[in-house]
T-cell receptor, first 113, second 113 residues
Framework: QKEVEQNSGPLSVPEGAIASLNCTYS??????FFWYRQYSGKSPELIMF????GDKEDGRFTAQLNKASQYVSLLIRDSQPSDSATYLC?????????????FGKGTLLTVNP | GAGVSQSPSNKVTEKGKDVELRCDPI?????LYWYRQSLGQGLEFLIY????????KSGLPSDRFSAERTGGSVSTLTIQRTQQEDSAVYLC???????????FGQGTRLTVV
């Protein structure tokens, strides 16, 4: 079955530490990978996307993709209390003739002051 | 519009009544998704529209749920004979293509009393 899996957490890190969030996916044909952040009571918002193997950095955020291992991760450097949220991994999985963006269940991150 | 617009933002309905939830996607976006999120839970996929292809209805929880997308733009999610377990936030998202990031609306909070 085509799916996206994440550790539900909660993941707790101290302020200033590196938070590492992981995601695996089942479809080797997937081409697009996204990380969303969702604050409690709010809609998910896109924070990173990655299409190619390797690392992609944007400020304190780094997305890492390894297609051979079907693994995508998000690193948050110098974690801040404001980073406390649920992080959702999304992958475009093939379904018949179309691809469909499929979300994991999310990892709850808590950054402690 | 500039973003995905959903209406109403809140809806309280009596058990057994029908409700219609509306989503205006970002102009030009070919893909449109409906999700449901219960309190403290992950995103539950409901239905996916992509261009002129037949919609992927695999996530609809029962035949009381239906959705349509007219003219490749506005979408309406209809829940017939609402039940208390239908209470949740219903989120709509759209993306330019099936392989690009999705942008979420602010959701409709449905409460069935």
């Amino acid at each position: 079955q085509k799916e996206v899996e994440q550790n539900s957490g909660p993941l707790s890190v101290p302020e200033g530490a590196i938070a590492s969030l992981n995601c695996t996916y089942s479809d080797r044909g997937s081409q697009s990978f996204f990380w969303y952040r969702q604050y409690s009571g709010k809609s998910p918002e896109l924070i990173m996307f990655i299409y190619s193997n390797g690392d992609k950095e944007d400020g304190r955020f780094t997305a890492q993709l390894n297609k051979a291992s079907q693994y995508v991760s998000l690193l948050i450097r110098d974690s801040q209390p404001s980073d406390s949220a649920t992080y959702l991994c999304a992958v475009n999985l093939s379904g018949g003739s179309n691809y469909k963006l499929t979300f994991g269940k999310g990892t709850l991150l808590t950054v402690n002051p | 519009g500039a973003g995905v617009s959903q209406s109403p933002s809140n809806k309280v309905t009596e058990k057994g009544k029908d409700v219609e939830l509306r989503c205006d996607p970002i102009s030009g976006h070919t893909a449109l998704y409906w999700y449901r999120q219960s309190l403290g839970q992950g995103l539950e996929f409901l239905i996916y529209f992509q261009g002129n292809s037949a919609p992927d209805k695999s996530g609809l929880p029962s035949d009381r749920f239906s959705a349509e997308r007219t003219g490749g733009s506005v979408s309406t999610l209809t829940i017939q004979r609402t039940q208390q377990e239908d209470s949740a936030v219903y989120l709509c998202a759209s993306s330019l293509t099936e392989n690009t990031e999705a942008f979420f609306g602010q959701g409709t909070r449905l409460t069935v009393v």
